[in-house]
């Protein structure tokens, strides 16, 4: 997950391979969530073999483990929105850490603040591998995702409903739309200067609990 601020990108979370040699690592477990929070700097040239990355972790540290969820920059610059992904307890180890589906990024403090009170409509239930973006009016659309055990769902069930979050008011809205797109998940999302969002590519399903059928890129969505 990965913002542009300015001249520098933000970093949160990701997956961290489990050594081998680990008796934490077995075939189904090979990977644990990062809750890293580090930047790259863009204000310098420099060369790909050492790029100036500064680590904010000890003073940034996410409250969990994250990985696919989706960022974006809002409130004038000053905060950054982290929507959905999947929650790891870095002490047990264990998915589903909380229950908010929105955190927050302080760029001025370089602290995390949930979604918090005064926080108005029906929330979003938690998912991943959302199709996210934000207007010049700070509404966030969020698209689609996908729930299973690392959401905290018995079934594997890919979504296609579309919410709003009004980051002036912290307003929630569930937009029962007749022609939205299909149900996916880890597809893109562009928003172009005519306030459409076109969405490419990504996974699909047939009926809940059945297995991903990936999307052809020329089926676009808007």
């Not at 040699?21 to 077995?26: H, K, L, Q």
């Not at 296609?160 to 009004?166: A, G, I, M, S």
Request: hydrophobic letters at 35%; aromatic letters at 12%; charged letters at 15%.
């Amino acid at each position: 997950m990965a913002t542009l601020v300015n001249d520098r990108i933000y970093f949160f979370g990701g997956s961290r391979p489990i050594p081998i040699t680990s008796p934490a690592w077995n075939q189904t477990h090979q990977y644990n969530l990062s809750d890293e929070v580090f930047y790259l700097d863009l204000s310098s040239p420099f060369t790909v073999n050492l790029p100036p990355f500064t680590d904010l972790s000890a003073i940034s540290r996410m409250p969990f483990g994250c990985e696919r969820g989706t960022t974006v920059l809002g409130n004038s610059g000053v905060r950054i929105f982290l929507v959905g992904g999947v929650q790891q307890n870095m002490e047990t180890f264990g998915y589903n850490t909380t229950n908010s589906s929105l955190w927050i990024y302080n760029l001025n403090s370089q602290k995390w603040e949930t979604n918090g009170p005064g926080t108005y409509g029906p929330p979003l239930p938690k998912r991943r591998s959302t199709a996210t973006v934000i207007d010049k009016n700070g509404v966030i659309y969020i698209f689609g995702g996908r729930v299973g055990v690392d959401t905290g769902s018995d079934v594997f069930i890919v979504l296609d409903d579309l919410f709003t979050l009004e980051t002036s008011l912290f307003e929630w809205s569930n937009l029962s739309l007749p022609n939205h797109p299909p149900k996916r998940n880890l597809c893109t999302a562009t928003l172009l200067p005519d306030g459409k969002i076109i969405y490419i590519g990504g996974v699909t399903q047939n009926f809940p609990g059945g297995p991903p059928t990936r999307v052809s890129m020329n089926e676009v969505s808007n």
